[in-house]
């Protein structure tokens, strides 16, 4: 199968060497976001703004797949504080619909430009 590389400009463009998700046949994988808003490239501020920012994020990335983030079947979450596990639960009860995907949150020193939560999926579509 043949890989088609994905990119949206209603998402921050990859600010290193790699796309923003990578399509073969069905499965998308989306790659980590941060909290940047795309206009600006410049980190929205706190918790629930950049955990709303990363879903907006995730979710634009797979509509230009011709997914959605309900087509998640895996999404890993990285915190720089796990007490923040709360915010990403809500946030994500929010941007998705049962039956909700296999998750791991992770806690990690830091993330890139001062980030306080990243989040990247992998998404089955029936589109291909």
């Given amino acids: 199968m043949k890989r088609r590389i994905i990119a949206s400009e209603e998402a921050p463009a990859a600010i ?3 796309a923003q998700a ?5 499965t998308v994988y989306l790659s980590g976001q941060i909290g940047l808003d795309p206009a600006s490239m410049t980190l929205v501020e706190g918790i629930e703004a950049q955990t709303e920012r990363v879903f907006a994020n995730l979710a634009a990335v797979a509509q230009a797949a011709g997914a959605r983030l309900d087509d998640a079947v895996k999404i ?3 915190l720089t504080d796990l007490g ?3 915010v990403v639960n809500e946030a994500m009860a929010r941007h998705l619909s049962q039956p909700y995907p296999a998750r791991a949150t992770v806690g990690v020193k830091e993330l890139p430009r001062g980030a306080l939560v990243e989040a990247d999926a992998v998404l089955v ?3 291909r």
């Fill in 16 to 18: 290193g060497p790699y």
């Fill in 22 to 26: 990578v399509k073969v046949g069905a």
């Fill in 76 to 78: 890993n979450i990285y």
């Fill in 84 to 86: 923040n596990f709360t």
């Fill in 125 to 127: 579509s029936g589109e």
